[in-house]
């Protein structure tokens, strides 16, 4: 086994007396794709916001590239190599499309412009490129966040529900990318909803409970695991 | 490319003209005039903070102030000549923004309008008690000096940096990550931007300019006193013209600065309560019908660049 990439150990946040993740351990190998699932309320989110530092966990420890970064302030993880996107759409809405693309890099203006314009050609959105972020639809918003987090070139990818509001075409395109995005040794991880990317993009699962990992495997292995059924559909 | 000509063209017609007026005009509108540079620099300060970062400075006259007293002590007590003074008021006032934005910058929202405006009378309340230096409510007087067309011309030379800066500011990547914090600090910091840095530079850069006018005004008036350079009321004009011109935008400030206080004098002139009046309605006015201002709402609607 080659060391993780990030490695999450005994980690815990709770609300208010309400475990939302409660001791979850897991590690992403270098150059895959991980899923996320349970149901709503099952610490998906809480566990992303966990591992990039916009929520302080309680207890437990993150290590990426077998350093610690629990504790580190999140623009500190981010650049370290951890990129995200937000379930709820994060995009700077007055600022254009472009500019969305270049507020995050660092260096050379000129590189950073021709690679955000040809991301923002990749997605289809190369007519957009000026328009405000607020002005655009929900998918292309999303689509927009998408391609920001690669401007950053990050080693790890979180997705919150990528697919959400995007159209088939785009959306097939876009999980093309995911995977052109692991052949070039990225690793991502995503929280996704349907069912159908989850079991045909991720090589591994894992299943979040009431804030607990209740079962990790393929895709093929966890459908048919008890616990996951009865967390999903009751006993 | 035509317009863009053509702007700058008026703009250095504009400033020649504005550099050869004390030759020609009357004492009232050199002095006029002086006054809107002095405004001019201070919106446009606040602009830098306020209309870029979101952070709404509800105290921004405590620099006006602080460079006002540095100035005003220097001159008096260490025998500065004025414009060396005017730069250690900038120089002051930054000071005071690094020790006080540093905390302060971390709260959010309505908690730090509120600490700003805590600020200001706390800062009001030290020049009136250590009374040594200042002077206390008794105020300090500066020595007798002709020197408006000069200090003119001092404001004048502050309020084109300022605006310059802005100018800088908002062009800049800089200056859009600023925007980032205004438009969602949570994912600015998820995209691996330092917020908290960026927030303590854009407060220093708005203190600069408030500080130096200060000392200027200071030297001006020739006579400060605690309640005459730390008035609420100051801060809340700043506010008025950036929102009245367009924030986040370059010429925004400028606009809103001259376009109130030439109505403001001239309604001052004729109806000595109304202007009150008249400053109330363009608040509710401008938040009600547009928000972003004049140039905020031009900018949005003909999809024009922030460097109107």
């Known amino acids: 086994m080659t060391r993780p990439l990030l490695e999450i150990e005994g980690l815990s946040k709770s609300f208010g007396g309400v475990a939302a993740v409660d001791r979850v351990s897991l590690a992403l190998e270098p150059g895959r794709i991980y899923g996320l699932i349970g149901p709503n309320g099952s610490g998906k989110t809480t566990l992303f916001h966990c591992v990039t530092g916009v929520e302080r966990r309680d207890a437990g420890r993150v290590r990426f590239n077998g350093e610690r970064i629990d504790g580190l302030e999140p623009h500190a993880i981010a650049r370290r190599g951890i990129g995200r996107t937000f379930q709820i759409i994060r995009v700077f809405p007055e600022l254009t499309a472009l500019e969305n693309l270049l507020v995050v890099t660092r260096g050379s203006l000129a590189g950073a412009e021709a690679r955000a314009r040809e991301l923002l050609r990749f997605v289809k959105l190369d007519g957009l490129v000026h328009e405000y972020a607020g002005n655009l639809s929900y998918g292309q918003q999303r689509l927009v966040e998408f391609v920001r987090v690669l401007m950053r070139d990050p080693s790890l990818i979180l997705l919150d529900e990528p697919a959400a509001g995007v159209n088939r075409t785009l959306l097939n395109d876009l999980l093309e990318a995911v995977r052109r995005l692991r052949d070039d040794g990225k690793t991502i991880l995503l929280v996704e909803h349907d069912m159908k990317v989850v079991m045909g993009l991720c090589e591994t699962v894992f299943v979040l409970d009431h804030g607990e990992k209740i079962a990790e495997g393929p895709p093929g292995v966890i459908q048919a695991d008890e616990r996951v059924i009865e967390a999903y559909f009751g006993r | ?308």
């Open chain 2, 1 to 308: 490319m035509r317009p863009r000509t053509a702007f700058r063209v008026g703009l250095v017609l504009l400033v020649a003209a504005l550099a050869a007026y004390p030759a020609v005009g009357t004492g009232y509108g050199v002095r006029a005039m002086l006054q809107i540079f002095m405004w001019v620099a201070l919106a446009a300060s606040w602009n830098l903070i306020s209309g870029l970062t979101g952070y709404v400075s509800f105290g921004h006259v405590a620099f006006f102030g602080a460079g006002a007293y540095t100035g005003a002590i220097l001159i008096t007590s260490a025998g500065w000549s004025w414009p060396a003074a005017a730069l250690a008021g900038g120089l002051g006032a930054c000071v005071v923004a690094l020790v006080i934005g540093y905390p302060c910058l971390r709260l959010k929202g309505p908690y730090f309008a509120i600490a700003m405006l805590g600020l200001n009378e706390v800062l009001r309340a030290l020049v009136s008690y250590f009374e040594g230096l200042t002077g206390g409510g008794n105020g300090i007087s500066l020595p007798t000096l002709e020197a408006t067309v000069p200090v003119y011309y001092a404001m004048g030379v502050a309020a084109a940096a300022v605006t310059l800066l802005a100018y800088l500011v908002i062009t800049s990547r800089f200056g859009l990550r600023l925007m980032t914090i205004r438009e969602d600090e949570v994912a600015a910091e998820a995209m691996g931007i330092d917020t908290a840095r960026h927030k303590l530079y854009a407060f220093l850069l708005s203190a600069a300019g408030p500080g130096i006018v200060g000392a200027l005004a200071a030297r001006d008036q020739g006579y400060i006193e605690p309640i005459s350079v730390f008035p609420l009321a100051t801060t809340i004009t700043m506010i008025v013209m950036v929102l009245f011109g367009g924030k986040g935008t370059v010429w925004g400030p400028v606009l809103g600065a001259v376009v109130l206080f030439v109505s403001q004098e001239l309604v001052w002139a004729r109806f000595p309560y109304l202007h009150q009046l008249l400053f109330g309605s363009i608040i509710v006015a401008v938040v009600l019908l547009m928000p972003r201002g004049v140039l905020g709402l031009l900018q949005q609607k003909y999809h024009l660049p922030r460097t109107i």
